[in-house]
């Protein structure tokens, strides 16, 4: 596939490039995202020669100028956030050989970005209640409880709660560990003491259960192969032995949905426990508690904070303060 015009680079630019992309690759970034913020860093270089400017000279009026000639070209506020996102990488990638060269694109964004409004958020009573009601008469709702949770308490996600190991969870401490990846920060979190009480019972008992009764004959479907010792590495397992845990997420929601048939699935859980948090905690704890790499990402669930805000601005109100 051939490049479109504004990606396609001279000699001098794509050898500068190559040492951005290395430095990408080292952070953990997938091909496609090297791929992007190499073509629009590569794009500012270009814009840059023909400015006659050189990226250790170029100061915030710069960069100003820069978003003008976007907006020029037709870019919205999206992808020239997009742009300048990559421009700060590329400047981070300077500063690991130049230690004093300005950063001229740090904290700089293009506002009036629409963003999607996050609705249908359940208050902390309401999961509450969910958790508590949740029944546990089989091993494989013992597991969906534990799993409940972590989904209401520490607003992981599926692909997180794929990726937790035995070892991630810090009992004695009351603390668990949430691995990072791509899309997300690493983080340690607090547990509530019932649900320590819950993971202890699980990793000693249930989960040792599942794992012995995964080669007995069963009516459910099995996997043509069950790779025991990757399952053994896995803090969640699936009844059936197969590595993907997907298809308990639906045997646990089948029995949510029973309960408050207004829950639709993990992610509208974690929607409503980072905006929970939001009213006891400040942004910058929230943004770390969520794993969230960019704070304008926590800054979302602000909006569905405005009815309480209302109401506290209300109660200070002079003329409701009682005489």
């Known amino acids: 596939m051939s490049k479109k015009p ?32 190499s073509n629009y860093a590569g794009y500012f270089l270009k814009w840059l020669e023909t400015e006659r400017l050189l990226p250790e000279d170029t100061r915030y009026n710069d960069l100003l100028n820069f978003i003008d000639y976007c907006k020029l070209e037709g870019d919205n506020n999206k992808l020239i956030n997009g742009k300048l996102r990559s421009i700060r990488n590329f400047y981070e990638y300077l500063q690991s050989t130049i230690p004093n060269i300005i950063n001229p694109a740090a904290n700089l964004y293009v506002r009036g970005i629409r963003r999607k409004v996050i609705t249908g958020t359940l208050d902390y009573k309401t999961l509450e209640i969910l958790y508590q009601s949740y029944p546990t ?5 013992k597991r969906n409880k534990v799993i409940l949770g972590l989904f209401v308490y520490q607003a992981i ?21 949430i691995p990072g990846n791509r899309r997300r920060n690493s983080r340690t979190l607090e547990l509530k003491p019932f649900q320590i009480l819950e993971l202890h019972e699980y990793l000693t008992e249930i989960r040792t259960r599942i794992i012995k009764e ?11 192969q069950i790779n025991k010792t990757k399952l053994e590495n896995q803090l969640f397992i699936s009844i059936n032995g197969s590595e993907n845990i997907k298809n308990s997420l639906l045997h646990l929601f089948r029995d949510v949905k029973k309960i408050n048939p207004t829950v639709t699935n993990a992610k509208q859980i974690r ?16 943004q770390y508690m969520a794993g969230h790499k960019y704070v304008s990402s926590t800054e979302r669930y602000q909006g569905n904070n405005l009815e309480s805000l209302q109401i506290r601005l209300e109660k200070c109100h002079p003329l409701n303060q009682e005489r």
Not at 16 to 29: E, M, R, T
Not at 157 to 177: A, D, F, W, Y
Not at 271 to 286: A, D, P
């Open 157 to 177: 996600t599926t692909e997180e709660l794929q990726q937790l190991e035995p070892n991630h969870l810090k009992l004695k401490e009351g603390k668990i560990n």
């Open 214 to 224: 995964i080669t007995k004959p069963k009516p459910c479907r099995k996997p043509d």
């Open 271 to 286: 929607q409503s426990t980072i905006t929970n948090w939001l009213k006891t905690y400040n942004l910058r704890q929230v």
């Open 6 to 37: 504004e990606y396609s680079f001279n000699n001098k630019i794509n050898s500068v490039l190559q040492g951005f992309k290395s430095y990408l690759q080292d952070l953990g970034n997938g091909a496609n995202t090297i791929r992007q913020k």
């Open 137 to 141: 008469e089989t091993l494989r709702q």
